[in-house]
């Protein structure tokens, strides 16, 4: 099945920065920009303080909305957190869920994580789920086996009717805000491993309509490259996607 069977999709993390009116002028900068299409799928992530802002700033556009984060209980004493409902109520269609810095900061295991991609998928949010390995683990030959492990206990116990909905993002960690980026061949290879670890979990239909996005140091000097591997089906940007026109570059060579 070709690849065309896929949307691209180009999704901002913005992580911890900017305020909600900060956010509401990037988000209508990004909007104007990216935003007058619908060929190629576009999202940005801000941090929930700026959601009610940003979701108001990209009203009218194709831009959709995504948070970085959420706890998979509906409501209930869990001090500091926010639920699927919440971000659904701020018009939320994405969560990026299993961040690398959210298993090293945080200490999140992949359990936790499986129970935060239910919980979106049963609230109607398409997760996005971070894999990804680290250094030494590419150096000592355990990039396959980590994320292996990670899409396993990441999607375990999704149906075979959700799992579309999903989104996998592939990030290695050694690439994540260094500069460094894989190789548009390095990226492919483990991205059409994630295909087939998708496609033994539950078959090749569903495996060829799952998007595999790549993050790590993605910017507009080597999006295009990256973009067209037969198996990379867009991007999960940090620090290229603070500037409406950085962004907007990718976006477009996900057009091309
Ligand atoms: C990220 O944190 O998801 C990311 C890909 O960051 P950067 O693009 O800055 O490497």
């Known amino acids: 099945m070709s690849k065309s069977i896929r949307k691209y999709l180009i999704a901002g993390n913005w992580k911890m920065n900017l305020n909600a009116a900060e956010g509401a002028e990037l988000a209508a900068e990004v909007a104007a920009l990216s935003g007058q299409q619908n060929t190629v799928g576009v999202a940005v992530c801000p941090p929930f303080p700026a959601l009610a802002s940003v979701a108001k700033a990209i009203e009218g556009s194709s831009i959709s909305l995504g948070a970085q984060n959420m706890h998979y209980q509906p409501s209930g004493a869990y001090t500091g957190e926010v639920s699927a409902e ?4 701020h018009f939320c ?3 990026i869920l299993g961040h690398s810095e959210r298993r090293e900061f945080f200490a999140e295991d992949d359990a936790f994580i499986n129970r935060k991609v239910k919980a ?6 398409r997760p996005i789920l971070c894999v990804g390995e680290t ?3 590419r150096e000592s030959d355990e990039t396959i086996a980590v994320v292996k492990h990670q899409v396993e206990g990441g999607l375990a116990g999704v149906s075979k009717d959700a799992i579309d909905q999903v989104v996998i993002a592939y990030e290695p960690v050694w690439a994540i805000g260094t500069g460094k980026t894989a190789t548009p061949e390095m ?8 295909r087939s670890i998708v496609a033994d979990l ?3 239909t569903s495996a060829a309509k799952v ?3 790549y993050g790590g140091s993605m910017k507009p000097e080597n999006a295009a490259e990256l973009l067209a591997q037969a198996d990379i089906d867009g991007g999960l940007i940090g620090g290229a996607s603070l500037k409406a026109s950085a962004f907007h570059e990718i976006v477009t060579a996900a057009l091309a």
């Open 135 to 137: 250094l030494a683990q």
């Open 86 to 89: 919440m971000l659904r109520h």
């Open 187 to 194: 990226a492919q290879a483990v991205h059409a491993a994630i």
């Open 211 to 213: 998007r595999i996005l």
């Open 202 to 204: 539950y078959d090749a």
């Open 120 to 125: 979106a998928l049963e609230a109607n949010l």
């Open 93 to 95: 269609s994405y969560v």
